[in-house]
């Protein structure tokens, strides 16, 4: 059974920084495609960062420049280690898996297997 657990949230001032990590349990991670969300109260959730089975990224426009998603498939462990960080930023924050390899762009619908999150809040 896939298990995904978030840790790393905290509160922090504007401009300061936080490292997100997500392990991973159940399946063999080294292939598969993986990805942050964040998701305020009243609002959609919204794909943050991606990471494909070839190990390209893509950010969002609101995140780029300022986030970075990265892997190690050693400790089966997701990461978002975010800098400059903005009152826009606070949200809980989901690390999401999609059990199928791909090295192509793919829609955030697809990814099925979700963590508990983990809020980030950022004062001004």
């Known amino acids: 059974q896939v298990q995904l657990v978030e840790s790393g949230g905290g509160s922090v001032q504007a401009g300061g920084s936080l490292r997100l990590s997500c392990a991973i349990s159940?399946?063999?991670?080294?292939?598969?495609?993986m990805a942050w969300f964040r998701q305020v109260p009243g609002k959609e959730r919204e794909g943050v960062a991606r990471?494909?089975?070839?190990?390209?990224?893509y950010y969002a426009a609101s995140v780029k420049g300022r986030f970075t998603i990265s892997q190690d498939n050693a400790k089966s462990t997701l990461y978002l280690q975010m800098n400059n960080l903005k009152p826009e930023d606070t949200a809980m924050y989901y690390c999401?898996?999609?059990?199928?390899?791909?090295?192509?762009?793919?829609?955030?619908?697809?990814?099925?297997?979700w963590g508990q999150g983990t809020q980030v809040t950022v004062s001004s």
């Open positions: 999401a898996a999609r059990l199928t390899s791909a090295c192509y762009t793919v829609a955030w619908s697809t990814f099925a297997y």
């Open positions: 159940g399946y063999t991670y080294s292939s598969y495609y």
């Open positions: 990471i494909d089975s070839c190990g390209s990224t």
